[in-house]
């Protein structure tokens, strides 16, 4: 028999499913256990898709690039303590990568407080240096409060990670349905315009540039400004340079992509455009020697206080990237300009970029074996679909491949990003192949990733085989971190020692079959040590749709940076920044 409305019941664990789906959240990744279990439970009941992960750090990972991609917040949910603690990991790596992202944490029961209780930890307090907002409602009747002012502080301003601690007795108190208003969904965020004033000065000192370069960030990719940055670059001929995570907001093989050459574009520069792009280590801080000491910053960011760090810009343009490149367009339509495509400046990048493409081709051209990172990566940039997610981590194999792999789209390159995160790649990988049945049917993701940088999250592969994401995982494996042994080398090594006082720690084990992991699990598992098997299984790999696999790669464990000359400088790494 049906009860009366008035006296139906709902349990905490569905208020807080309701409060998230009427905020429009669409993804959940999480571990589930005590407290939890319920909430995903409540949220899958709802619709809200819930992605079952292994590990929380990769399940916040996963959370925080659905935010990026989306512009609307995944969630990740953790139990109370060590699971809490493992989801500290992507909150900092989000909230440094100015993503949105929410946190969910089960926590001990409030009647045990202070006693010892099972997992308890001051987590409100732990997360607080993680996110932009962290707080735990006072009852179930603030749940839905609570949950709208999260998702709206991950995504207006600057966005980034917010934490809400749900107490266990939460969970499964009953509550009467009426008692529980739910918020409307926020608004889309306010969109902010510069000053009239700055914008016809930053136009002016465009105007009067010898040296001109764009600089197009991640910031620029988040704020869906790909059209209005394309139409300012073609319009005024500038040349341009994505960060790493910035690649495809105007695709890489534009015309005006100076990529090639990045440092001389970055040390010769009289005037620089930054949309979105932080003057952090990534662009070696706006400083000489990489940069001229009077380069002009024209800093345009939606934060007021990242505005005139580390240099004192010349112009700064507060406010949204797409409605202030908007605002720089109309300057340039009231009083057409161009920069000429034929002066010294262009003639100079041209030069130096035809250079640096030659000397990486002939890295790629070479026959020997075992393979080189150039080899390996013109390879797969042949074969590599023009619409496709690439996901990237390690250290050489993420610089060398971001050298050689293009992005022809905005948001569909996903790496170890400002934080330099590794073990990022496979949660990234899982979101964007979610995100891609949903929004971009057809696309594929292939995630590039350095042998070391495949262990931090390797047991994703289960998870990948578990929702049967097509995803195409290419393991560089060179036998270590930076560097390793061929399989001689070590055992030579080893002869008269044991593994824990001789190995060098930047050794792995050589000649590890990582494509086993794809295959224990129903994926498919691919070795290859030649030129032509990778070719051939990465044909394989792109023709079936319907199975994720796994290609692992072997290429000189000895294989260093320095052998590999001249192009790299060109590129930002994290080797050089360590
Ligand atoms: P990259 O790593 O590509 O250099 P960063 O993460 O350093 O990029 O910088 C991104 C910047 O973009 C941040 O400073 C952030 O405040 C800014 N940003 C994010 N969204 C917007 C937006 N919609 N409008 C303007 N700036 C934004
Ligand atoms: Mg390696």
């Given amino acids: ?22 905020q429009n959240v669409e993804y959940m990744f999480g571990v589930v256990g005590i407290p939890v279990t319920e909430i995903a439970v409540a949220a899958q009941e709802l619709g809200i898709r819930y992605i079952g992960m292994r590990n929380e750090q990769a399940a916040c990972y996963a959370a925080s690039a659905v935010g990026y991609l989306t512009g609307r917040p995944g969630v990740c949910l953790v139990v109370s303590g060590p699971g809490l603690i493992h989801a500290l990991g992507g909150m900092a790596n989000a909230n440094m990568n100015c993503w949105p992202l929410i946190v969910i944490g089960g926590s001990s029961e409030r009647s045990q407080e202070t006693m010892g209780a099972f997992q308890e930890f001051p987590q409100v307090e732990a997360c607080r240096l993680y996110s932009k907002f962290s707080a735990r409602p006072s009852s179930i009747e603030a749940i839905p409060t609570v949950i709208e002012k999260a998702v709206r502080s991950s995504i207006y301003g600057r966005p980034g990670a917010c934490y809400v601690d749900i107490p266990a007795d939460f969970v499964t108190l009953q509550m009467n349905v ?31 540039a010898r040296q001109p370069l764009l600089i197009i960030g991640k910031g620029a990719a988040y704020a869906h400004a790909e059209e209005s940055i ?83 810009p010349a112009v700064t343009l507060l406010g949204d990237i797409n409605a202030v490149t908007k605002q720089l ?67 050489n194999t993420m610089d060398i491949g971001r050298t050689v792999l293009q992005n022809y789209l905005p948001r569909h390159r996903l790496d170890a990003g400002t934080f330099g995160t590794m073990g990022v790649g496979l949660g990234f990988a899982i979101a964007a192949a979610l995100v891609a049945k949903d929004r971009n049917p057809g696309e594929r993701v292939i995630c590039v990733e350095g042998d070391s940088a495949f262990g931090f999250s390797g047991m994703e592969v289960e998870t990948i085989c578990r929702y049967n994401l097509p995803i195409i995982l290419l393991i560089v494996n060179n036998n270590g971190i930076y560097q390793g042994f061929d399989t001689n080398s070590w055992k030579e090594m080893l002869k ?56 692992n790669i072997m290429i000189d464990p000895q294989a260093t940076r320095k052998a590999q000359i001249i192009a790299e400088m060109e590129s930002c790494n994290l080797q050089m920044a360590l």
């Avoid at 918020?183 to 914008?199: D, G, H, N």
């Avoid at 995570?245 to 620089?272: E, F, T, Y």
């Avoid at 662009?283 to 800093?299: A, C, E, M, N």
């Fill in 178 to 208: 009426n008692s529980i208003k739910y918020k409307e969904c926020c608004m889309p965020p306010p969109v902010s315009m510069a000053e009239t004033s700055a914008v016809c000065m930053a136009a002016s000192v465009i105007r009067n």
């Fill in 329 to 395: 367009l109309e300057q340039f339509d009231k009083t057409p300009w161009q920069y000429p495509p034929e002066s010294k400046w262009w003639n100079t990048l041209r030069e130096k970029m035809k250079n640096n493409e030659a000397a990486s081709k002939e890295l790629a051209s070479k026959k020997s074996l075992p393979m080189n990172y150039y080899t390996v990566f013109y390879h797969v940039q042949e074969q590599l679909p023009r619409d496709c997610f690439v996901v990237s981590e390690g250290a």
């Fill in 496 to 551: 008269c020692e044991d593994a824990t006082t001789g190995a060098p720690p930047m050794c792995l084990l050589p000649n590890s079959h990582y494509e086993q992991v794809m295959a224990a699990f129903g994926g498919k598992g691919y070795f290859v040590q030649t030129p032509e098997e990778l070719q051939k299984s990465l044909r394989q790999t792109l023709e079936d749709t319907t199975k994720p696999s796994l290609i």
């Fill in 230 to 312: 394309r139409k300012l670059v073609e319009q005024c001929k500038l040349p341009f340079l994505p960060t790493p995570m910035g690649k495809g907001v105007v695709p890489d093989n534009h015309p005006n992509c100076v990529s090639a050459a990045r440092s001389r574009a970055l040390q010769s520069a009289d005037v620089i455009v930054l949309f979105g792009a932080r003057l952090n280590w990534i662009l070696h801080f706006g400083l000489p020697p990489r940069y001229q000491p009077d380069v002009k910053f024209i800093q345009v960011d939606i934060c007021a206080e990242e505005l005139g760090n580390n240099v004192r």
């Fill in 1 to 22: 028999e049906r009860r009366h409305r008035s006296e139906e019941q709902v349990s905490g664990a569905k208020v807080i499913a309701q409060a998230l789906k009427t």
